[in-house]
Nanobody, 125 residues
Framework: QVQLVESGGGLVQPGGSLRLSCGAS????????IGWFRQAPGKEREVFSC????????YYADSVKGRFTISIDNAKKTVYLQMNNLKPEDTAVYYC??????????????????WGQGTQVTVSS
């Protein structure tokens, strides 16, 4: 069955960096859309980045553009999220999610159907 496993979260100071990983199994990784979502305490889950494993096209929300970079390693069936210049408002549980290319809306998060368990990112001094 579909499995997504996030890792790499932790505590970091403002201005610091983290790299999250999303390991995948149980589906055709090379023909998928992977989204990164986050949910801060008391707030709704929001999508902020997506990538097509088929053609490598990416999407970033304005809140992370220029600071976060999404990438894929098809051989390892893993999606990475490099997060630089982290801010306290980036504190959240981060999730990766799976959808079909062309069937998801990265701006709204619609169409993603399978989720990982999440990894906590805390940005604090």
């Amino acid at each position: 069955q579909v499995q997504l496993v996030e890792s790499g979260g932790g505590l970091v100071q403002p201005g610091g960096s983290l790299r999250l990983s999303c390991g995948a199994s149980g589906f055709t990784f090379e023909n998928s859309a992977i989204g990164w979502f986050r949910q801060a305490p008391g707030k709704e889950r929001e999508v902020f980045s997506c990538i097509s494993t088929r053609d490598g096209s990416t999407y970033y929300a304005d809140s992370v553009k220029g600071r976060f970079t999404i990438s894929i390693d098809n051989a390892k069936k893993t999606v990475y999220l490099q997060m630089n210049n982290l801010k306290p408002e980036d504190t959240a549980v981060y999730y990766c999610a799976l959808g079909a290319p062309g069937a998801v809306e990265c701006r709204t998060g619609l169409g993603f159907r399978s989720w990982g368990q999440g990894t906590q990112v805390t940005v604090s001094s």
